[in-house]
Nanobody
Framework: QVQLVESGGGLVQAGGSLRLSCAASGSGFSIDVMGWYRQTPGKQRELVATITSTGSVNYAASVQGRFTISGDNAKKMSYLQMNSLKPEYTAVYYC??????????????????WGQGTQVTVSS
């Protein structure tokens, strides 16, 4: 199994910055994709940004140019640098990972995992 633990959320004023971190732990797995999603009450969880193991990145249009996602394959970590924050970015941010895991001997499966979420609050 894979566990994801986020850190770095908090309260910040509009225009400020925060950096989120996500650490993946466990055994018998390799990371294919890591990313960040966010959710506000009453709304569906939405994509913020993803990064593949080869470094390809994808951003939601709403954060393009403000957020930067990066990853460290060796440490199995993902980072989300959030700049020029706006109040509408207030949400619970979830770390996501798609991993190839060994289920038995040489048999592997691709599975999705989620962190517990970290609150980001941007005050106006």
């Amino acid at each position: 199994q894979v566990q994801l633990v986020e850190s770095g959320g908090g309260l910040v004023q509009a225009g400020g910055s925060l950096r989120l971190s996500c650490a993946a732990s466990g055994s018998g797995f390799s990371i294919d994709v890591m990313g960040w999603y966010r959710q506000t009450p009453g709304k569906q969880r939405e994509l913020v940004a993803t990064i593949t193991s080869t470094g390809s990145v994808n951003y939601a249009a709403s954060v393009q140019g403000r957020f930067t996602i990066s990853g460290d394959n060796a440490k199995k970590m993902s980072y989300l640098q959030m700049n020029s924050l706006k109040p509408e970015y207030t949400a619970v941010y979830y770390c996501y990972a798609r991993a190839t895991v060994v289920v038995f001997a040489t048999i592997t499966q691709e599975r999705d995992y989620w962190g517990q979420g970290t609150q980001v609050t941007v005050s106006s």
